[in-house]
């Protein structure tokens, strides 16, 4: 897959009075390189509409595009990729499906499942959550940054740290090695989301500077 370090997650109910459309480029303009569509409580139409949209929006600024879970939305708007977590169809079969050109991404949330992704031809690995999250219903505690330095230590392909990261943690996360940070209500609940999107991408090209 193409590199990557800024990712945003959709999540609409951190920004009731915004459009979708609206927000996400404005990330993508503030320095995002891949979007996901994570929507849990609409319809499977419902969910198609914003992918169409939101493949469209991507297509225009050149960023990679995943779907959370709907693997057959996903293929319908030929998205670069979906993103699946321990629960849902294992990866085995998301490949059969995918084929081989396109993205897998899957949740960690230990090193063993980190280990098995990996091994299953996975292309990246969430890990996480990092800190406490209220993004996420029935999400494990945090597994702090002790995992992104297991993850730095054992695993090749890439990963990106997620849960509860903001631009006052974002440098622990960074220490520990993680060159790939995802988020939802901190990129898209700002008032100004393509600003926080800028401080992000200044604090991630440092990291890489050095
Ligand atoms: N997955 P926020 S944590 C969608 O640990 C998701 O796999 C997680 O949202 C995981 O940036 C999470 O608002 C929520 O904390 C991330």
């Given at each position: 897959?193409?590199?990557?370090?800024?990712?945003a997650?959709?999540g609409e109910?951190?920004?009731?009075?915004?459009?979708?459309?609206?927000?996400?480029?404005?990330?993508i303009l503030g320095?995002?390189?891949?979007?996901?569509?994570?929507?849990?409580?609409?319809s499977?139409?419902?969910?198609?509409?914003?992918?169409?949209?939101?493949?469209?929006?991507?297509?225009?600024?050149?960023?990679?595009?995943?779907?959370?879970?709907?693997?057959?939305?996903?293929l319908?708007?030929?998205?670069?990729?979906?993103?699946?977590?321990?629960?849902?169809?294992?990866?085995?079969?998301?490949?059969?499906?995918?084929?081989?050109?396109?993205?897998?991404?899957?949740?960690?949330h230990?090193?063993?499942?980190?280990?098995?992704?990996?091994?299953?031809?996975?292309?990246?690995?969430?890990?996480?959550?990092?800190?406490?999250?209220?993004?996420?219903?029935?999400?494990?505690d945090?597994?702090?940054?002790?995992?992104?330095?297991?993850?730095?230590?054992?695993?090749?392909?890439?990963?990106?740290?997620?849960?509860?990261?903001?631009?006052?943690?974002?440098?622990?996360?960074?220490d520990?090695g993680?060159?790939?940070?995802?988020?939802?209500?901190?990129?898209?609940?700002?008032?100004?989301?393509?600003?926080?999107?800028?401080?992000?991408?200044?604090?991630?090209?440092?990291?890489?500077?050095?």
């Open positions: 897959m193409r590199e990557f370090s800024l990712y997650i959709t109910a951190f920004h009731p009075e915004r459009d979708l459309l609206e927000v996400m480029e404005e990330a320095g995002v390189d891949i979007i996901q569509l994570r929507d849990k409580t609409s499977k139409r419902d969910v198609l509409q914003k992918a169409k949209a939101l493949r469209e929006l991507t297509k225009k600024h050149d960023v990679m595009f995943i779907v959370n879970d709907h693997i057959d939305v996903a319908a708007v030929d998205a670069d990729g979906i993103h699946i977590g321990q629960d849902d169809l294992p990866l085995a079969d998301a490949r059969k499906i995918m084929g081989q050109d396109k993205i897998i991404g899957i949740s960690t230990q090193i063993e499942e980190a280990r098995e992704a990996e091994a299953g031809g996975a292309d990246y690995i969430g890990v996480g959550p990092i800190f406490h999250t209220n993004s996420k219903v029935d999400v494990v945090p597994v702090t940054t002790n995992y992104i330095e297991q993850v730095v230590a054992e695993i090749k392909i890439p990963f990106v740290a997620i849960g509860g990261i903001k631009l006052h943690n974002v440098q622990q996360v960074i520990a993680a060159t790939r940070i995802c988020m939802i209500s901190e990129i898209v609940g700002a008032n100004d989301v393509k600003g926080v999107c800028e401080q992000f991408t200044s604090i991630l090209s440092e990291r890489v500077k050095r």
